[in-house]
């Protein structure tokens, strides 16, 4: 009988972890005066909801959720020019950004961007033997350009790593991003994402050369930026994985699971 309760215990103590792992409600809260740098790239109906992909719906539903709050919405240039100009309070401020710039942030999250009048960031790349979906063109991109609501920026021509090529490379592959995302939107492109999040001191270096004036990370974190931060700005995953309970975390805490 002692066996079964260990064994019981045991179980209710695995499931307890497991729960506070997926829930992480327990985590200190962040600065309210940082602004909340979500993160997304593709929003589809027709594929499975995970880490890199969401239901249009569910977006919708984030993002209404965001507005009920009092949020109000700011593109990483925006970003950027105030934090240069002094400002420190991002209280109930966000920003959505998308990586890649998969055809369908055109098809499926562009209408529901605009029936909201919400603000977003796109980071272009072009060319990679891991990106198998389509990417926007530039009849797309010119559409969203007009609406006055959509930022494109820089993410490598060929979404590469940037630690694991060499620094002559790294360069070439910010500039000519810059570039051509510069060609496609005929505006100034400023605004950059790592690919993987991996970068070093010498790529921020490279960043600030090809002027830029900021770019953004895949950390999870909350914090209020200021000047030195706006070239390693951290971001929250913004998924389809996650229900609402996670999505509230994930504006409280930064993270919603280990």
Sequence with gaps: MTFIWIIMALLAITGLLLLLGKYTFWLPSGAKQAPRILMYH??????????????????????????????????????????????????????ITFDDGFENNYTQAFPILEKLGVKATIYLTYKSPDIKMKLLNQEQIKTMVDSGLIEFGAHTISHVNLTTISDEEALEEIVQSKEQTENLTSKPCVS???????????????????????????KKRLKVPNVDMLFSLPRLTADGSMNKIQWRIVLSKGRYKL
């Design 192 to 218: 950059f994402a790592y690919p993987y999040g991996r970068f070093n001191e010498a790529h921020v270096e490279m960043i600030k050369n090809a002027g830029f004036t900021s770019s953004v990370t895949t």
């Design 42 to 95: 593709s929003v589809d109906a027709n594929k499975p909801q995970d880490g890199l992909n969401i239901h249009p719906n569910h977006f919708e539903q984030q993002l209404n959720l965001l507005i009920k709050q009092g949020y109000s919405f700011l593109t990483a240039l925006e970003l950027a020019e105030k934090v240069n100009q002094g400002e420190c309070d991002f209280n109930k401020t966000a920003l």
